[in-house]
């Protein structure tokens, strides 16, 4: 582990910057475990991560390295500059206070995503409504034929990374997932750094650590 | 044709109210186009339609008869209450100027279901950020085993259409689509009607016409 990796604790999340050109690293430490994403442009927080249009300007669901994060305004915010797991989901929003009343008629009070984005974007007064659909970083959705969904363990092992480069300074919500199903019935954390400047310089320096 | 029915022409868009327990049905008078739908909650515009949510709580991206639409508070907005055709997309965000620069390399301006949803939404104060994903009507959307979409002709034939019931007053925006790959490269009108009352009376009262 570097040492500038910082810790999402199990059923948390947090917010923070990354300025443009800047790298964010997501590590599944011990595997199969899934990290809601959201991005918004810290020059108007009104332009947001867009799952329609990435999809749309991708022409497929699952984006890997070379994909194109795109905003609601159609401008690029991430483009995914690394994979290894090469399985994450664009389609569902972060699990809820609602997901597992209605999906999993769960009683009483389930720590989710949603609450966590919600209390980590807080701080750069980003309101809940503005909250749109996630980039489910290791999360394994399957769609068959006929369109029905099946979400299986994530496909991430120990270790495994992710690796966006910003193409604009962005705001940036991240959480270690609530939901039993995403992650194997599990709750672990997720790893993550900044990594400023060239990445190879940065891969060579860490070589030498 | 009924006499209520109302005429989106080729590549415009609209905007109105639809009341809770009210059916909005959208019909495709020449077969083959696709309209692309949004709503929002009239008692408060921060409340709107959600694909992520939607497709979540249905576990399937193919909505039809029986669906729910749900809101990105967890509220059903709209059911689904019949449906002729039984494909409709709810992954990709209406064309936009960028759509048609991006996707197809277009130049110069062309007529898209974003920009006509910005204009015919303005008399409600809806900002053109505010604007997520729609619900397109009609759109034939295809996803392989890998995840890749194709776009195909709509499977509406002329005459076919769709009922939705509302499940709260709703702002309902409602175009017909002017991208050429989704309605087969000939761009068409869309008609739609507002029913109020029971739905059997409606239909009763029409066979009387």
């Known amino acids: 582990m570097t040492k500038s990796l910082v810790r999402i604790p ?3 999340g947090t917010a923070f910057l990354l300025t443009v050109g800047d790298r964010l690293r997501i590590v ?3 595997g199969e475990q899934v990290s809601d994403l959201i991005a918004f442009a810290l020059a108007d927080q009104r332009e947001w991560l867009s799952a329609g249009r990435s999809i749309d300007y991708a022409n497929k669901i ?7 994060l795109y905003s609601n305004r159609s401008r690029p915010m991430l483009t ?6 090469g399985r994450h989901d664009f389609l569902l929003t972060p699990c809820s206070p609602e997901t597992f009343q209605i999906l999993y008629r769960h009683q009483g009070h389930h720590l989710s995503c949603f609450e966590n984005l919600v209390n980590a974007l807080a701080k750069f ?3 809940p409504d503005s909250i749109p ?3 489910n970083v290791f999360m394994n959705v399957e769609i068959d034929s006929e369109g029905q969904l099946t979400i299986g363990p994530p496909r991430s092992k120990p270790g495994e990374s992710i690796v966006f480069r910003a193409e604009m300074d962005l705001i940036i919500g991240l959480t270690a997932c609530s939901a039993e199903l995403s992650n194997n019935y599990r709750f672990k ?3 993550y750094e900044i990594i400023t400047g060239p990445i190879e310089a940065t ?3 860490r070589s030498a650590d």
């Not at 699952?62 to 194109?68: D, Q």
């Not at 995914?80 to 797991?85: G, K, N, S």
């Open 10 to 12: 199990p059923q948390t």
């Open 133 to 135: 659909t996630t980039f």
């Open 28 to 30: 599944d430490p011990q």
């Open 125 to 127: 007064e980003i309101p």
């Open 62 to 68: 699952y984006l890997t390295t070379g994909s194109v």
């Open 203 to 205: 891969r060579e320096k």
């Open 189 to 191: 954390p997720i790893d």
């Open 80 to 85: 995914i500059e690394r994979d290894d797991v």
